[in-house]
T-cell receptor
Framework: KQEVTQIPAALSVPEGENLVLNCSFT??????LQWFRQDPGKGLTSLLL?????REQTSGRLNASLDKSSGRSTLYIAASQPGDSATYLC??????????FGEGTQLTVNP | ETGVTQSPTHLIKTRGQQVTLRCSSQ?????VSWYQQALGQGPQFIFQ???????GRGNFPPRFSGLQFPNYSSELNVNALELDDSALYLC??????????????FGQGTRLTVV
């Protein structure tokens, strides 16, 4: 059974800091890995999708890496801003297109 | 905006009642998945529909059922509601291609409260 763990559970940083969110998964037989952002009480916004054959994806200030063999992914956020405050969820895509999610990292960026 | 719309946005039901939640997928997407997200937890996979057929199910009892229509919109039905069914219900649509699992796009969710 696939299990996804995100560390840390919560993170508070000053504005402008670069930060790294971590995601690990137990079964390396994945199709892809997707990072999402969730604002309180809202749905999920897709940030980055990495296919299993790729090593990283970049979008603006965000960079996500994938190491399938070690079962790890990181989301790097450069020059953090208060508007980045949200919960970040990592999800691995497995058979049948289902996503298995971690419990998220709650990020607070202080002005 | 992802193009995935869910209705209603909020709902309050009494224990034992039945509820139907609705989802309109992004244009052209033939696969719809439903997830349950309890407070403070990550979403949990309920089931998926592909071209009107159930295509995988998570660890949820049979009182959770669904439908997908020819226009690829979908419903989630929950019978005999329990207090623990209180959660945010999320719908996601995608368009799988051969050998590649494509990006999933989520709606804003339906907040169900069972009292």
């Amino acid at each position: 059974k696939q299990e996804v763990t995100q560390i840390p559970a919560a993170l508070s940083v000053p504005e402008g800091e670069n930060l790294v969110l971590n995601c690990s998964f137990t079964d390396s037989a994945i199709y892809n890995l997707q990072w999402f952002r969730q604002d309180p009480g809202k749905g999920l916004t897709s940030l980055l999708l990495i296919q299993s054959s790729q090593r990283e994806q970049t979008s603006g200030r965000l960079n996500a890496s994938l190491d399938k063999s070690s079962g790890r992914s990181t989301l790097y956020i450069a020059a953090s801003q208060p508007g980045d405050s949200a919960t970040y969820l990592c999800a691995v895509g497995t058979s049948g297109s289902r996503l298995t999610f971690g419990e998220g990292t709650q990020l607070t960026v202080n002005p | 905006e992802t193009g995935v719309t869910q209705s209603p946005t909020h709902l309050i039901k009494t224990r034992g009642q039945q509820v139907t939640l609705r989802c309109s997928s992004q244009s052209g997407h033939n696969t719809v998945s439903w997830y349950q997200q309890a407070l403070g937890q990550g979403p949990q996979f309920i089931f998926q529909y592909y071209r009107e057929e159930e295509n995988g199910r998570g660890n949820f009892p049979p009182r959770f059922s669904g439908l997908q229509f020819p226009n690829y919109s979908s419903e989630l039905n929950v019978n005999a509601l329990e207090l623990d069914d209180s959660a945010l219900y999320l719908c996601a649509s995608s368009l799988p291609s051969r050998g590649i699992r494509t990006e999933a796009f989520f709606g804003q969710g339906t907040r169900l409260t069972v009292v």
